[in-house]
């Protein structure tokens, strides 16, 4: 009998269900008003701006890709002797790591479709 009346404590109270049930229906109702939004074909921007855009995030990835490059490639020379975490270096010198400034450059590639992806 505990198992059932556990069972019976952790169900939800009828008041609890119908607020749920609203709780969903209003979100279902907002969501289904952004799709049919959506389906009618808004165009925000023409292809030919996409077009531009995609152009222009490629070519600053890799600008992105080659002076991160060339830093680590620099900075592993530097700090080959250097005691102490590279963190704490980047902080005292005032270098920003990709990590530090929130920077992802997987997910900035993610971005483009994937006809342009290296």
């Not at 030919?48 to 680590?72: G, I, N, P």
Request: no cysteine; aromatic share 4%; net charge negative.
């Amino acid at each position: 009998m505990r198992p059932e009346l556990g069972q019976l404590r952790s169900a939800l109270s009828e008041e609890e269900i119908a607020r749920q049930t609203a709780d969903l229906t209003k979100k279902l109702a907002d969501d289904e008003a952004k799709l049919k939004l959506l389906k009618a074909g808004t165009v925000l921007i023409t292809a030919e701006e996409r077009e531009a855009v995609e152009q222009q995030l490629t070519s600053y990835l890799d600008v992105w890709r080659k002076r991160r490059s060339m830093f680590k490639n620099i900075w592993s020379a530097i700090s080959e002797g250097l005691d102490g975490k590279q963190s704490e270096l980047f902080e005292e010198i005032g270098v920003e790591s990709d990590e530090a400034a929130g920077a992802d450059m997987p997910e900035a590639e993610r971005l483009l479709p994937k006809r342009r992806r290296r």
